[in-house]
């Protein structure tokens, strides 16, 4: 496994947005439970895709996350723009259903060339059936979790709060940062986890964040559009969705929504040099989430550790005095 590498250019200068879309959650999560990739869906949601989803299901989308299958087809990729609190992908699934066959042909043809992968020459012979199937695939998954994704109105909005913190404080290298294991940002370059890794740079377009309410390790995202550039993140706290009717109360401490309540936790109590021993007692972690979490912020600059014989030691840095300072 590679990675694609985007270049940010002058990240002072990113304009940034947060899409509230559903079609990613749902192809996440369909890659997760019918493809060979991985995205770190919980297994209470797997089994709820796999007991609504109709016959045939698997054959519909073998073909779109076999190997080989670098990229879905424009025809059937979401066109990602924001549903506010009233989601509804049905202008999307329309637009599969009502696709000519002689479009989707001429797209495979030209992602794979003139002879098309085995697993795409079913869907090469009868296009209009493959269509309206995946577009059923995709209905059934979003019956089923229209719920869930109802339940998560709050995180959306602490999550539009917490990265228009950010980018207005001109920090956006703190969610950059904190994007999870398959995305690894520094000096401008943003590394994303790709079977098919290639470079691209951002440019003028618009850099979006997309939260993914059913994945802790979604890797969706496009990168060569004209006009924007989306990624789709891990949504903090979405394992509160896993139990009907949780309450996600909102925050309202600024530096908490900038940066995670962890952190901010572990900076403001960095009044004076620490052990990693005594930062996992103040988040309530294990060992490996606490320098998991130290990582992070020493990568951006907020703070330095040090080995001082036996254990680690951990201070804030004058960046970090500062921040806290900003948020105060």
């Not at 947005?17 to 959650?25: C, H, L, N, Q, S």
């Not at 709820?48 to 025809?75: K, N, Q, W, Y």
């Not at 924001?82 to 989601?87: E, L, M, N, Q, R």
Request: charge should be negative.
């Amino acid at each position: 496994m590679g990675y694609s590498r985007l270049d940010l250019g002058n990240t002072a200068r990113l304009h940034v947005k947060v899409v509230r879309d559903p079609a990613p959650t749902l192809i996440s999560l369909l890659a997760d439970v019918y493809g060979d990739r991985p995205q770190g869906v919980a297994e209470p949601w797997r089994r709820l895709i796999r007991e609504v989803m109709p016959t045939g299901a698997a054959a519909v989308l073998h073909p779109v996350f076999a190997p080989g299958s670098p990229i879905l087809v424009d025809c059937v990729s979401p066109g990602i723009h924001d549903h506010g609190s009233a989601p509804d992908p049905t202008d999307y699934l329309e637009q599969i259903r009502d696709t000519a066959p002689g479009v989707l042909l001429d797209q495979l043809h030209e992602v794979h060339g003139e002879d098309l992968p085995v697993q795409w020459r079913p869907v090469a012979a009868a296009p209009v059936r493959w269509l309206h199937g995946f577009a059923d695939v995709m209905a059934g998954a979003w019956d089923a979790f229209a719920p869930v994704w109802s339940r998560a109105s709050a995180l959306f909005d602490r999550e539009i709060e917490r990265i228009g913190s950010a980018v207005v404080r001109d920090a956006p290298e703190t969610i950059l940062l904190g994007l999870g294991s398959r995305h690894h940002y520094r000096e401008g370059i943003l590394h994303i986890e790709d079977r098919y890794p290639a470079d691209f740079a951002l440019g003028e377009r618009v850099l979006a964040f997309v939260p993914i309410i059913s994945s802790s390790a979604p890797t969706l995202c496009e990168l060569d559009a004209p006009d924007m550039v989306w990624l789709g993140c891990a949504m903090p706290g979405q394992g509160r969705l896993h139990e009907p009717g949780e309450h996600v109360p909102p925050s309202t401490d600024a530096l908490t929504i900038a940066i995670g309540p962890a952190r901010a936790r572990i900076l403001r109590m960095l009044t004076a040099p620490a052990a990693m021993s005594d930062i996992a007692g103040w988040i309530d972690a294990t060992a490996p989430a606490a320098t998991y979490h130290c990582r992070r912020l020493e990568a951006a600059g907020l703070l330095v550790r040090r080995r001082q014989g036996l254990y680690t030691e951990v201070r804030r840095t004058s960046r970090g005095e500062a921040l806290i300072d900003l948020f105060s």
